[in-house]
């Protein structure tokens, strides 16, 4: 069973932008598609972007606004999230997902792996 596990959160303020790391244990996760969201207190799941499984194509949601970047790394069945200009309002806890497909979707529904999600606070 193909795990994900997400590192690279904290505390903005403290740590600077982070790039959130998603590790999948097997190398099956190479012909899947990828894609991380967020979950803010009180917040239904949301879309953050998403990368196919070769890397050639990558996706944002809007509020992303060019800050974010997704990128893979298939030598080391690993994906990221690299961030920047974070404000209070992109405190969530992130999670990477994996889809036995290789296109993404931005519905979580769509998604058969899962991390645990990493916490990522912006303090103002």
């Known amino acids: 069973q193909l795990q994900l596990v997400e590192s690279g959160g904290g505390s903005v303020q403290t740590w600077g932008p982070p790039r959130l790391s998603c590790a999948a244990t097997?190398?099956?996760?190479?012909?899947?598609?990828m894609a991380w969201f967020r979950q803010a207190p009180w917040n239904e799941r949301e879309f953050v972007g998403g990368i196919s499984s070769n890397g050639d194509r990558s996706s944002y949601a809007d509020f992303v606004n060019g800050r974010f970047t997704i990128s893979r790394d298939t030598a080391k069945n690993a994906a990221y999230l690299q961030m920047s200009s974070l404000t209070p309002e992109d405190t969530a806890v992130y999670s990477c997902?994996?889809?036995?497909?290789?296109?993404?979707?931005?519905?979580?529904?769509?998604?058969?792996?899962w991390g645990q999600g990493t916490q990522v606070t912006v303090s103002s």
């Open positions: 097997e190398r099956s996760v190479r012909l899947y598609a």
């Open positions: 997902a994996a889809r036995r497909l290789p296109y993404f979707s931005s519905w979580a529904e769509h998604y058969d792996y």
